[in-house]
Protein backbone atom coordinates (compact mmCIF):
# COMPACT_ATOMS: atom_id res chain seq x y z
CA UNK A 1 0.00 0.00 0.00
CA UNK A 2 1.14 3.57 -0.88
CA UNK A 3 2.32 5.57 2.42
CA UNK A 4 -0.38 8.06 2.85
CA UNK A 5 1.18 11.79 2.59
CA UNK A 6 -1.85 14.10 3.76
CA UNK A 7 -2.94 17.10 4.78
CA UNK A 8 -6.38 18.29 6.23
CA UNK A 9 -6.75 21.63 4.13
CA UNK A 10 -10.31 22.66 5.69
CA UNK A 11 -9.40 25.74 5.92
CA UNK A 12 -8.19 26.72 2.28
CA UNK A 13 -11.84 27.99 1.30
CA UNK A 14 -11.22 30.77 4.48
CA UNK A 15 -7.79 31.75 3.30
CA UNK A 16 -8.61 32.09 0.04
CA UNK A 17 -11.75 34.46 0.51
CA UNK A 18 -9.42 36.53 2.91
CA UNK A 19 -7.16 37.32 -0.12
CA UNK A 20 -4.38 34.26 0.76
CA UNK A 21 -1.92 33.57 -2.30
CA UNK A 22 0.42 31.04 -2.43
CA UNK A 23 4.17 30.75 -3.92
CA UNK A 24 6.71 27.62 -3.97
CA UNK A 25 10.13 28.26 -2.42
CA UNK A 26 11.42 30.39 -5.17
CA UNK A 27 8.18 32.76 -4.88
CA UNK A 28 6.50 31.90 -7.88
CA UNK A 29 2.87 31.72 -7.30
CA UNK A 30 1.11 28.64 -7.60
CA UNK A 31 -2.07 26.66 -7.62
CA UNK A 32 -2.06 24.81 -4.21
CA UNK A 33 -3.50 21.86 -5.57
CA UNK A 34 -0.46 21.57 -8.33
CA UNK A 35 2.40 22.62 -5.25
CA UNK A 36 0.73 20.20 -2.92
CA UNK A 37 1.38 17.05 -5.43
CA UNK A 38 4.33 17.66 -7.05
CA UNK A 39 5.73 17.73 -2.85
CA UNK A 40 4.35 14.31 -2.74
CA UNK A 41 0.79 14.85 -0.72
CA UNK A 42 -1.15 11.93 -2.38
CA UNK A 43 -4.45 12.57 0.58
CA UNK A 44 -6.74 15.35 1.58
CA UNK A 45 -8.69 15.23 4.97
CA UNK A 46 -11.36 17.38 5.26
CA UNK A 47 -13.86 17.92 8.23
CA UNK A 48 -17.46 18.23 7.48
CA UNK A 49 -19.94 20.68 9.99
CA UNK A 50 -23.43 19.88 9.78
CA UNK A 51 -25.13 23.42 9.60
CA UNK A 52 -21.83 25.69 10.73
CA UNK A 53 -24.26 28.79 9.65
CA UNK A 54 -25.57 27.91 12.83
CA UNK A 55 -22.29 29.23 14.20
CA UNK A 56 -21.27 32.84 13.44
CA UNK A 57 -17.84 31.96 14.36
CA UNK A 58 -17.64 29.55 11.75
CA UNK A 59 -18.15 31.62 9.18
CA UNK A 60 -20.30 28.96 7.39
CA UNK A 61 -17.32 27.35 6.25
CA UNK A 62 -16.76 23.27 6.20
CA UNK A 63 -20.58 22.36 5.29
CA UNK A 64 -21.17 19.86 2.92
CA UNK A 65 -20.85 22.12 -0.89
CA UNK A 66 -17.44 23.00 1.00
CA UNK A 67 -16.42 19.56 1.59
CA UNK A 68 -17.38 18.85 -2.05
CA UNK A 69 -15.54 22.08 -3.92
CA UNK A 70 -12.28 20.83 -2.23
CA UNK A 71 -12.82 17.31 -2.81
CA UNK A 72 -13.63 17.60 -6.33
CA UNK A 73 -10.17 19.68 -6.97
CA UNK A 74 -8.08 17.48 -4.94
CA UNK A 75 -9.42 14.53 -7.36
CA UNK A 76 -8.33 16.72 -10.05
CA UNK A 77 -5.02 15.66 -8.78
CA UNK A 78 -5.25 11.98 -8.04
CA UNK A 79 -5.35 12.77 -4.34
CA UNK A 80 -7.94 10.57 -2.23
CA UNK A 81 -10.16 11.48 0.17
CA UNK A 82 -10.41 11.43 4.18
CA UNK A 83 -13.92 12.40 5.46
CA UNK A 84 -14.04 13.46 9.01
CA UNK A 85 -17.43 13.96 10.54
CA UNK A 86 -17.22 16.03 13.22
CA UNK A 87 -21.34 15.72 14.37
CA UNK A 88 -21.30 19.12 15.45
CA UNK A 89 -22.33 22.29 13.87
CA UNK A 90 -18.66 24.00 15.04
CA UNK A 91 -15.46 22.48 16.42
CA UNK A 92 -15.66 18.47 17.99
CA UNK A 93 -12.35 17.60 19.99
CA UNK A 94 -11.49 16.26 23.34
CA UNK A 95 -12.93 19.42 25.07
CA UNK A 96 -16.02 19.76 23.09
CA UNK A 97 -18.67 17.85 21.57
CA UNK A 98 -21.59 20.11 21.10
CA UNK A 99 -24.29 18.44 19.60
CA UNK A 100 -26.35 20.25 16.25
CA UNK A 101 -28.75 22.50 16.73
CA UNK A 102 -30.97 20.55 14.88
CA UNK A 103 -30.23 17.41 17.21
CA UNK A 104 -30.65 19.27 20.38
CA UNK A 105 -33.86 17.51 21.43
CA UNK A 106 -33.77 14.39 19.80
CA UNK A 107 -34.63 10.75 22.18
CA UNK A 108 -31.34 8.84 22.03
CA UNK A 109 -33.15 6.79 19.74
CA UNK A 110 -33.90 9.16 17.21
CA UNK A 111 -30.16 10.59 17.99
CA UNK A 112 -29.06 7.27 16.43
CA UNK A 113 -31.55 7.47 13.30
CA UNK A 114 -30.30 11.04 12.97
CA UNK A 115 -26.55 10.10 12.85
CA UNK A 116 -27.58 7.37 10.41
CA UNK A 117 -29.30 9.47 8.07
CA UNK A 118 -26.96 12.44 8.29
CA UNK A 119 -24.10 10.30 7.59
CA UNK A 120 -25.62 8.13 4.81
CA UNK A 121 -26.67 11.26 2.92
CA UNK A 122 -23.23 13.09 2.87
CA UNK A 123 -22.57 10.05 1.33
CA UNK A 124 -24.73 9.29 -1.19
CA UNK A 125 -24.25 12.89 -2.06
CA UNK A 126 -20.61 13.00 -2.11
CA UNK A 127 -21.17 9.73 -4.68
CA UNK A 128 -23.45 11.81 -6.99
CA UNK A 129 -20.59 14.31 -7.15
CA UNK A 130 -18.27 11.60 -7.96
CA UNK A 131 -15.68 12.59 -4.56
CA UNK A 132 -16.89 9.64 -2.78
CA UNK A 133 -14.12 9.35 0.40
CA UNK A 134 -11.79 6.30 0.50
CA UNK A 135 -11.65 6.79 4.22
CA UNK A 136 -14.15 8.31 6.86
CA UNK A 137 -14.13 9.20 10.64
CA UNK A 138 -17.07 8.57 12.85
CA UNK A 139 -16.31 11.55 14.50
CA UNK A 140 -13.68 13.32 15.55
CA UNK A 141 -11.34 12.90 18.77
CA UNK A 142 -14.00 11.30 20.60
CA UNK A 143 -11.61 9.77 23.94
CA UNK A 144 -14.10 12.25 25.89
CA UNK A 145 -17.05 10.32 23.72
CA UNK A 146 -19.17 12.40 20.95
CA UNK A 147 -22.97 13.84 21.05
CA UNK A 148 -22.80 15.13 24.80
CA UNK A 149 -24.56 14.10 26.64
CA UNK A 150 -25.87 11.06 24.87
CA UNK A 151 -22.92 9.62 23.95
CA UNK A 152 -20.48 10.92 27.04
CA UNK A 153 -17.54 8.81 28.24
CA UNK A 154 -17.83 6.79 30.40
CA UNK A 155 -21.28 5.63 29.03
CA UNK A 156 -19.66 3.45 26.34
CA UNK A 157 -23.12 1.34 25.54
CA UNK A 158 -24.49 4.96 24.28
CA UNK A 159 -21.28 5.63 23.04
CA UNK A 160 -20.44 3.03 20.90
CA UNK A 161 -24.08 2.29 19.55
CA UNK A 162 -23.72 5.75 18.60
CA UNK A 163 -20.89 5.61 16.43
CA UNK A 164 -22.34 1.91 15.02
CA UNK A 165 -25.07 4.16 13.70
CA UNK A 166 -22.03 5.94 11.91
CA UNK A 167 -20.26 3.01 10.72
CA UNK A 168 -23.66 1.19 9.44
CA UNK A 169 -24.19 3.98 7.19
CA UNK A 170 -20.93 4.15 5.73
CA UNK A 171 -20.91 0.39 5.09
CA UNK A 172 -24.80 1.25 3.74
CA UNK A 173 -23.54 3.17 1.21
CA UNK A 174 -20.14 1.76 -0.07
CA UNK A 175 -21.56 -1.04 -1.74
CA UNK A 176 -18.70 -2.53 -3.82
CA UNK A 177 -16.80 0.66 -3.22
CA UNK A 178 -13.76 0.26 -0.43
CA UNK A 179 -14.27 2.99 2.01
CA UNK A 180 -12.13 2.37 5.02
CA UNK A 181 -14.07 3.38 8.42
CA UNK A 182 -11.43 4.88 11.43
CA UNK A 183 -12.21 5.74 14.67
CA UNK A 184 -10.01 8.45 15.70
CA UNK A 185 -9.07 9.19 19.29
CA UNK A 186 -6.41 12.04 20.53
CA UNK A 187 -3.37 10.94 22.77
CA UNK A 188 -1.09 9.63 19.89
CA UNK A 189 1.63 9.02 22.19
CA UNK A 190 0.01 7.62 25.95
CA UNK A 191 -1.29 3.85 25.18
CA UNK A 192 -2.64 3.80 28.21
CA UNK A 193 -5.74 6.04 27.19
CA UNK A 194 -5.86 4.38 23.80
CA UNK A 195 -5.93 0.44 25.41
CA UNK A 196 -8.55 1.33 27.84
CA UNK A 197 -10.86 3.43 25.28
CA UNK A 198 -11.02 0.70 23.01
CA UNK A 199 -11.27 -1.84 25.48
CA UNK A 200 -14.05 -0.21 26.79
CA UNK A 201 -15.60 0.46 23.79
CA UNK A 202 -14.97 -3.33 21.49
CA UNK A 203 -16.48 -4.66 25.32
CA UNK A 204 -19.54 -2.14 24.75
CA UNK A 205 -20.28 -3.51 21.19
CA UNK A 206 -18.02 -1.40 18.77
CA UNK A 207 -18.79 -2.72 15.34
CA UNK A 208 -16.12 -3.99 13.46
CA UNK A 209 -13.91 -0.86 11.55
CA UNK A 210 -11.14 -0.71 9.26
CA UNK A 211 -8.05 1.61 10.45
CA UNK A 212 -7.17 3.46 14.27
CA UNK A 213 -6.66 6.95 13.70
CA UNK A 214 -4.34 9.17 15.76
CA UNK A 215 -3.91 12.47 16.70
CA UNK A 216 0.04 13.01 17.84
CA UNK A 217 0.96 17.17 18.49
CA UNK A 218 4.32 16.19 20.20
CA UNK A 219 4.32 19.34 22.69
CA UNK A 220 0.91 17.82 24.16
CA UNK A 221 0.46 13.86 23.09
CA UNK A 222 4.07 12.49 24.78
CA UNK A 223 8.02 12.05 23.26
CA UNK A 224 8.59 10.61 19.79
CA UNK A 225 9.83 7.70 21.61
CA UNK A 226 6.23 6.71 23.71
CA UNK A 227 4.78 7.49 20.30
CA UNK A 228 6.60 4.66 18.85
CA UNK A 229 5.85 2.28 21.48
CA UNK A 230 2.10 3.86 21.54
CA UNK A 231 1.74 2.50 17.81
CA UNK A 232 3.84 -0.81 18.17
CA UNK A 233 1.46 -1.63 21.32
CA UNK A 234 -2.05 -0.81 19.85
CA UNK A 235 -0.97 -3.08 16.77
CA UNK A 236 -0.09 -5.84 18.87
CA UNK A 237 -3.15 -5.58 20.34
CA UNK A 238 -5.76 -5.21 17.77
CA UNK A 239 -4.31 -6.03 14.79
CA UNK A 240 -5.44 -2.62 13.18
CA UNK A 241 -3.45 -0.33 10.78
CA UNK A 242 -2.54 2.90 12.50
CA UNK A 243 -3.12 6.45 10.49
CA UNK A 244 -1.44 9.47 12.22
CA UNK A 245 -5.03 11.66 11.47
CA UNK A 246 -3.31 15.27 12.81
CA UNK A 247 0.09 16.07 13.43
CA UNK A 248 1.60 19.44 13.49
CA UNK A 249 4.61 21.69 14.41
CA UNK A 250 5.65 25.46 14.87
CA UNK A 251 7.95 26.98 12.11
CA UNK A 252 8.73 29.91 14.52
CA UNK A 253 7.78 31.22 18.07
CA UNK A 254 5.31 34.42 18.01
CA UNK A 255 3.71 36.13 20.72
CA UNK A 256 -0.03 35.74 19.05
CA UNK A 257 0.85 31.96 17.89
CA UNK A 258 -0.85 28.51 18.87
CA UNK A 259 2.63 27.44 20.28
CA UNK A 260 5.00 29.14 22.33
CA UNK A 261 7.89 28.41 24.26
CA UNK A 262 7.24 25.87 26.96
CA UNK A 263 5.30 23.54 24.22
CA UNK A 264 8.90 24.20 22.27
CA UNK A 265 10.73 22.87 25.23
CA UNK A 266 8.45 20.36 25.86
CA UNK A 267 8.33 18.88 22.18
CA UNK A 268 11.67 18.91 22.16
CA UNK A 269 12.57 20.77 19.24
CA UNK A 270 12.66 24.90 18.45
CA UNK A 271 10.12 26.92 16.07
CA UNK A 272 11.84 26.83 13.37
CA UNK A 273 11.52 26.11 9.55
CA UNK A 274 14.41 23.34 9.24
CA UNK A 275 13.17 22.17 12.58
CA UNK A 276 9.39 21.86 11.61
CA UNK A 277 10.80 19.82 8.82
CA UNK A 278 12.72 17.16 11.67
CA UNK A 279 9.90 16.71 13.31
CA UNK A 280 7.48 16.01 10.27
CA UNK A 281 10.21 13.29 8.83
CA UNK A 282 10.43 12.00 12.38
CA UNK A 283 6.50 11.50 12.72
CA UNK A 284 6.54 9.94 9.14
CA UNK A 285 9.82 7.76 10.10
CA UNK A 286 8.11 6.34 12.95
CA UNK A 287 4.92 5.61 11.01
CA UNK A 288 6.63 3.98 8.69
CA UNK A 289 8.58 2.19 10.57
CA UNK A 290 5.93 -0.24 12.15
CA UNK A 291 6.20 -3.89 11.28
CA UNK A 292 4.34 -5.25 8.24
CA UNK A 293 3.23 -1.99 7.09
CA UNK A 294 0.94 -0.94 9.69
CA UNK A 295 1.37 2.23 9.66
CA UNK A 296 -0.23 3.69 7.06
CA UNK A 297 0.25 7.40 6.69
CA UNK A 298 0.22 10.93 8.24
CA UNK A 299 -1.82 13.89 7.88
CA UNK A 300 -0.30 17.39 8.36
CA UNK A 301 -3.20 19.61 10.10
CA UNK A 302 -4.22 22.86 8.28
CA UNK A 303 -0.77 23.30 6.71
CA UNK A 304 -2.19 25.81 4.09
CA UNK A 305 -2.52 28.62 6.29
CA UNK A 306 -0.82 31.98 6.54
CA UNK A 307 -0.20 34.23 9.11
CA UNK A 308 -2.80 37.08 8.15
CA UNK A 309 -3.81 40.34 10.63
CA UNK A 310 -6.28 39.86 12.42
CA UNK A 311 -6.41 35.55 12.35
CA UNK A 312 -3.49 35.10 14.83
CA UNK A 313 -3.31 31.63 16.38
CA UNK A 314 -2.51 28.63 14.38
CA UNK A 315 -2.03 31.10 11.16
CA UNK A 316 0.65 32.73 12.86
CA UNK A 317 3.64 29.89 13.00
CA UNK A 318 2.10 26.49 12.59
CA UNK A 319 1.32 26.14 8.65
CA UNK A 320 3.89 25.28 5.92
CA UNK A 321 4.26 28.81 4.50
CA UNK A 322 5.85 31.73 5.84
CA UNK A 323 4.29 35.58 5.94
CA UNK A 324 4.53 36.17 2.34
CA UNK A 325 2.98 33.13 1.52
CA UNK A 326 6.54 31.02 0.63
CA UNK A 327 6.56 27.29 1.12
CA UNK A 328 8.51 26.33 3.76
CA UNK A 329 11.37 23.17 4.10
CA UNK A 330 8.85 21.21 5.75
CA UNK A 331 6.56 20.92 2.68
CA UNK A 332 9.64 19.28 0.62
CA UNK A 333 9.31 16.27 3.73
CA UNK A 334 5.82 15.35 2.08
CA UNK A 335 8.28 13.44 -0.98
CA UNK A 336 9.12 11.01 2.00
CA UNK A 337 9.11 7.08 0.84
CA UNK A 338 8.37 4.37 3.12
CA UNK A 339 11.19 2.45 1.34
CA UNK A 340 13.48 5.32 2.18
CA UNK A 341 13.46 5.28 5.83
CA UNK A 342 16.06 7.12 7.91
CA UNK A 343 17.55 5.58 10.73
CA UNK A 344 20.08 8.19 12.12
CA UNK A 345 20.30 10.37 14.48
CA UNK A 346 17.32 13.42 14.75
CA UNK A 347 18.30 14.40 17.88
CA UNK A 348 20.24 15.02 21.07
CA UNK A 349 19.22 16.00 24.53
CA UNK A 350 21.39 18.28 25.87
CA UNK A 351 21.95 17.74 29.11
CA UNK A 352 20.29 20.22 31.88
CA UNK A 353 22.68 23.04 33.35
CA UNK A 354 23.85 22.18 36.67
CA UNK A 355 24.21 24.98 39.60
CA UNK A 356 26.92 24.01 41.90
CA UNK A 357 28.49 25.61 45.07
CA UNK A 358 32.05 26.42 44.69
CA UNK A 359 34.72 24.45 45.25
CA UNK A 360 31.71 21.38 46.22
CA UNK A 361 31.95 18.23 44.22
CA UNK A 362 30.85 18.26 41.05
CA UNK A 363 28.88 15.08 39.35
CA UNK A 364 28.38 15.28 35.83
CA UNK A 365 25.84 12.92 33.75
CA UNK A 366 27.52 9.55 32.53
CA UNK A 367 24.88 9.56 29.35
CA UNK A 368 22.80 11.90 27.42
CA UNK A 369 19.57 10.69 25.80
CA UNK A 370 19.99 10.52 21.40
CA UNK A 371 16.62 9.69 19.67
CA UNK A 372 16.76 8.28 16.12
CA UNK A 373 14.93 8.83 13.17
CA UNK A 374 12.81 5.64 13.97
CA UNK A 375 11.72 6.56 17.12
CA UNK A 376 14.49 4.52 19.28
CA UNK A 377 15.62 6.66 22.45
CA UNK A 378 18.97 5.19 23.89
CA UNK A 379 21.35 6.33 26.81
CA UNK A 380 24.69 6.41 24.97
CA UNK A 381 27.81 7.30 27.15
CA UNK A 382 29.52 10.91 27.04
CA UNK A 383 32.68 12.11 28.10
CA UNK A 384 32.83 15.64 29.40
CA UNK A 385 35.82 17.70 29.39
CA UNK A 386 37.68 18.60 32.03
CA UNK A 387 36.64 21.97 34.50
CA UNK A 388 37.44 23.34 37.29
CA UNK A 389 35.08 23.83 40.21
CA UNK A 390 37.41 26.67 41.92
CA UNK A 391 35.74 29.97 39.77
CA UNK A 392 31.99 31.18 40.25
CA UNK A 393 30.80 31.99 36.88
CA UNK A 394 28.95 30.74 33.60
CA UNK A 395 30.62 27.68 32.11
CA UNK A 396 29.62 25.85 28.68
CA UNK A 397 31.20 22.11 29.19
CA UNK A 398 31.82 20.23 25.95
CA UNK A 399 31.35 16.45 25.98
CA UNK A 400 32.05 13.70 23.27
CA UNK A 401 29.82 10.99 22.77
CA UNK A 402 32.17 9.09 20.58
CA UNK A 403 29.37 6.39 19.64
CA UNK A 404 27.85 8.72 17.17
CA UNK A 405 30.76 10.76 16.73
CA UNK A 406 29.04 14.13 18.30
CA UNK A 407 29.26 16.68 20.66
CA UNK A 408 27.07 17.96 23.43
CA UNK A 409 27.20 21.24 25.66
CA UNK A 410 26.09 21.27 29.34
CA UNK A 411 25.85 24.86 31.07
CA UNK A 412 27.48 25.11 34.40
CA UNK A 413 26.95 27.61 37.24
CA UNK A 414 29.18 27.76 39.86
CA UNK A 415 28.20 30.05 42.90
CA UNK A 416 29.57 31.04 45.92
CA UNK A 417 26.33 29.50 48.26
CA UNK A 418 23.41 28.03 47.57
CA UNK A 419 20.33 29.84 48.78
CA UNK A 420 17.97 28.30 50.59
CA UNK A 421 15.08 30.79 50.27
CA UNK A 422 12.01 30.39 53.48
CA UNK A 423 9.25 28.87 52.02
CA UNK A 424 6.12 31.24 54.07
CA UNK A 425 3.41 28.55 53.10
CA UNK A 426 2.28 26.74 55.76
CA UNK A 427 2.04 22.69 54.41
CA UNK A 428 3.51 23.50 50.70
CA UNK A 429 4.76 20.72 50.02
CA UNK A 430 1.49 18.41 51.45
CA UNK A 431 3.60 16.84 54.32
CA UNK A 432 0.56 17.25 56.66
CA UNK A 433 -1.51 15.67 54.36
CA UNK A 434 -4.54 18.48 52.97
CA UNK A 435 -4.24 20.22 56.25
CA UNK A 436 -5.08 23.66 55.02
CA UNK A 437 -5.94 22.98 52.10
CA UNK A 438 -9.47 23.13 49.86
CA UNK A 439 -10.82 21.33 46.57
CA UNK A 440 -13.69 21.83 44.78
CA UNK A 441 -14.67 19.43 42.14
CA UNK A 442 -18.11 18.83 41.81
CA UNK A 443 -18.14 15.27 40.19
CA UNK A 444 -17.95 12.75 42.22
CA UNK A 445 -16.18 10.79 39.27
CA UNK A 446 -13.12 12.71 39.38
CA UNK A 447 -10.23 10.83 41.46
CA UNK A 448 -7.71 12.88 43.31
CA UNK A 449 -5.78 11.51 46.15
CA UNK A 450 -2.08 12.09 47.56
CA UNK A 451 0.65 10.10 46.58
CA UNK A 452 4.38 9.42 48.22
CA UNK A 453 7.70 10.18 45.89
CA UNK A 454 10.46 8.49 47.12
CA UNK A 455 14.08 10.10 45.98
CA UNK A 456 16.94 9.24 46.41
CA UNK A 457 19.62 8.96 48.75
CA UNK A 458 17.04 6.91 50.17
CA UNK A 459 15.75 6.37 52.85
CA UNK A 460 15.20 10.54 52.48
CA UNK A 461 11.46 11.38 53.24
CA UNK A 462 9.19 11.60 50.63
CA UNK A 463 8.03 14.34 48.11
CA UNK A 464 4.26 13.87 48.37
CA UNK A 465 2.33 15.45 45.06
CA UNK A 466 -1.74 15.51 44.50
CA UNK A 467 -2.76 13.03 42.18
CA UNK A 468 -5.70 14.40 39.88
CA UNK A 469 -7.53 11.85 37.33
CA UNK A 470 -10.87 12.10 35.69
CA UNK A 471 -12.22 10.14 32.76
CA UNK A 472 -15.13 12.80 32.00
CA UNK A 473 -14.70 16.67 31.04
CA UNK A 474 -14.11 17.86 34.56
CA UNK A 475 -13.40 21.48 36.72
CA UNK A 476 -11.29 21.06 39.68
CA UNK A 477 -9.84 23.76 41.79
CA UNK A 478 -7.07 24.18 44.98
CA UNK A 479 -6.48 26.60 46.82
CA UNK A 480 -5.09 27.47 50.56
CA UNK A 481 -4.82 31.11 52.36
CA UNK A 482 -2.08 32.83 54.28
CA UNK A 483 -2.25 35.40 56.79
CA UNK A 484 0.19 37.78 58.74
CA UNK A 485 2.41 37.76 55.72
CA UNK A 486 4.82 40.44 56.06
CA UNK A 487 4.20 43.39 53.21
CA UNK A 488 6.65 43.00 50.22
CA UNK A 489 7.48 41.18 46.66
CA UNK A 490 6.99 37.66 46.61
CA UNK A 491 7.41 34.89 44.18
CA UNK A 492 5.30 32.08 43.83
CA UNK A 493 6.27 28.48 42.47
CA UNK A 494 4.84 25.03 41.67
CA UNK A 495 5.84 21.52 40.22
CA UNK A 496 3.38 20.32 37.44
CA UNK A 497 3.52 16.87 35.91
CA UNK A 498 0.43 15.63 33.80
CA UNK A 499 -0.37 14.67 30.43
CA UNK A 500 -2.86 16.97 27.89
CA UNK A 501 -4.68 17.72 24.99
CA UNK A 502 -6.85 19.88 22.72
CA UNK A 503 -8.93 22.01 25.47
CA UNK A 504 -6.61 21.07 28.19
CA UNK A 505 -6.67 24.70 30.57
CA UNK A 506 -4.83 24.74 33.71
CA UNK A 507 -3.41 27.61 35.96
CA UNK A 508 -1.34 28.08 38.94
CA UNK A 509 -3.24 31.39 40.85
CA UNK A 510 -2.39 33.81 43.32
CA UNK A 511 -4.85 36.24 44.79
CA UNK A 512 -4.30 39.16 47.02
CA UNK A 513 -7.63 41.07 47.28
CA UNK A 514 -10.46 41.20 44.99
CA UNK A 515 -9.26 42.91 42.42
CA UNK A 516 -5.57 41.54 42.31
CA UNK A 517 -5.57 38.13 40.75
CA UNK A 518 -2.45 36.87 38.86
CA UNK A 519 -2.07 33.67 37.25
CA UNK A 520 0.07 32.07 34.86
CA UNK A 521 -1.06 28.96 32.05
CA UNK A 522 0.27 25.57 32.71
CA UNK A 523 1.71 23.40 29.53
CA UNK A 524 1.90 20.00 30.77
CA UNK A 525 4.08 17.46 29.95
CA UNK A 526 4.35 13.87 31.48
CA UNK A 527 8.14 13.41 30.77
CA UNK A 528 9.58 15.48 33.58
CA UNK A 529 8.29 17.81 36.66
CA UNK A 530 7.93 21.76 34.99
CA UNK A 531 8.42 24.15 37.31
CA UNK A 532 6.25 27.00 37.37
CA UNK A 533 6.63 30.49 38.51
CA UNK A 534 4.37 33.79 39.13
CA UNK A 535 7.20 36.75 40.08
CA UNK A 536 6.63 40.28 41.27
CA UNK A 537 3.22 39.20 43.59
CA UNK A 538 2.64 42.03 45.78
CA UNK A 539 0.90 41.52 49.56
CA UNK A 540 0.38 44.59 51.16
CA UNK A 541 -2.08 43.65 53.64
CA UNK A 542 -0.60 40.15 54.71
CA UNK A 543 -3.35 38.29 52.83
CA UNK A 544 -2.32 35.97 49.84
CA UNK A 545 -4.88 32.84 48.49
CA UNK A 546 -2.79 30.49 46.19
CA UNK A 547 -3.41 27.44 44.54
CA UNK A 548 -4.08 25.73 40.64
CA UNK A 549 -7.43 25.74 38.66
CA UNK A 550 -8.14 22.72 36.10
CA UNK A 551 -10.74 22.80 33.29
CA UNK A 552 -10.06 20.15 30.76
CA UNK A 553 -11.17 16.88 29.03
CA UNK A 554 -9.80 13.33 30.36
CA UNK A 555 -6.23 13.69 31.51
CA UNK A 556 -4.55 12.95 34.74
CA UNK A 557 -2.25 15.69 36.50
CA UNK A 558 0.16 15.68 39.06
CA UNK A 559 0.81 19.01 41.72
CA UNK A 560 3.56 18.83 44.09
CA UNK A 561 5.53 21.85 46.12
CA UNK A 562 4.16 25.06 46.36
CA UNK A 563 6.53 27.67 47.35
CA UNK A 564 5.98 31.23 48.06
CA UNK A 565 9.55 33.23 48.77
CA UNK A 566 10.14 36.95 49.26
CA UNK A 567 12.25 38.32 46.82
CA UNK A 568 13.26 42.03 48.04
Known amino acids: MEFIKGMDISGLPEMLDLGAKFYDSHANERNIFELLKENGVNSIRLRIWNEPENIPESGGYSNLQHTINIAKQAKQYGMSIFLDFH ?42 EEVLPEMVQIGNEIRSGMLFPDGEVPNFPQLTALVNSGIHAVR ?44 YYPFWHGTFAEFKETLQKMVQRYGKPIVVAETAHPWRCIEDGFVGEQQEKIAGFPSTPEAQRTVMELIMNITASLDEEMGIGIYYWEPVVIPIEGKGGWCSNMGFFNEKGIALPALESFQYERTNLKKDVAKIYQPDKIIAAVDNDIKLPDYVKVLFYDGTLKEIPVEWEPFSNQTIGNFSIDGRVSQIDQTVQLELIIVEKLENNHNYLI ?58 INPGKYSLKMDYRGTNTTGVDVRMIAQTNDNNILETVIFPTDEEWTTYELSDIEIEDGNISIGINIVSPPVYGKIRQFTLTRID
Open 172 to 215: DVAGENDIKVVIHLDQGGRYFYLRDWFDDAIQAGLDDFDIIGVS
Open 427 to 484: NGGFENGMDGWSIVCEDERVKYELHPEFIIPFPAPPIYYLYVESPVNFKFSLTTKMNG
Open 87 to 128: YSDFWADPGKQVKPKAWENLSFDDLKQAVYNYTKNVLLKMQE
